[in-house]
């Protein structure tokens, strides 16, 4: 049996997948901030847009491991795991696949200067206030590849639901 493939890019026509991503945030002296890298131009998919970091849960995978897998493989750091706030669905138009994305809460627990990017993952990160998203609106939702039943783009939705959420508290998380 081949090993299967869950990139976002990997055809997968028809078939249903589950991402998890995190919602990773962090205090600068008062004012919460979202940690969100940048797809490298070279992606298939959504190449050059900001996005929150996680990817493709593995067949029978716990979801809250496989998060933490996923940001491990991409940024080499840990995170501690908050509860999940927000899910959707979309096609993924280039994939051919239907993907369930769940999104969690979640913190880096090594110092945030130890974060290394792939460059065939992510070209760069910013840390992006609530303001910041909003003006930046642009940067983080894509104009096709994906299909979706909502207005707008549901992974957008879900970062402005975050700061929500968080609203003057901080979620617990472990």
Known sequence: MSKVSHDSETP???KQVITACAFIWHDFDGVKKVFL???ADTKKFLPGLFEMPGGH???G???MKGLKREVAEELNMTISLGDPFAAFTYQNLVKG???IEVIYFAQFIEPIENITLHPED???YRWFSEEDVK???HYICPDDQVSHD???DPEYLAILKGFEVLGGKSPRTK
């Open 12 to 14: 997968a026509h028809g």
């Open 61 to 63: 995978e716990d979801i």
């Open 37 to 39: 890298p940048r797809r």
């Open 150 to 152: 909502q207005t707008e």
């Open 122 to 124: 992510h070209s760069e």
């Open 135 to 137: 003006n930046s609106k």
């Open 97 to 99: 696949s239907h993907s």
């Open 57 to 59: 849960i593995d067949f």
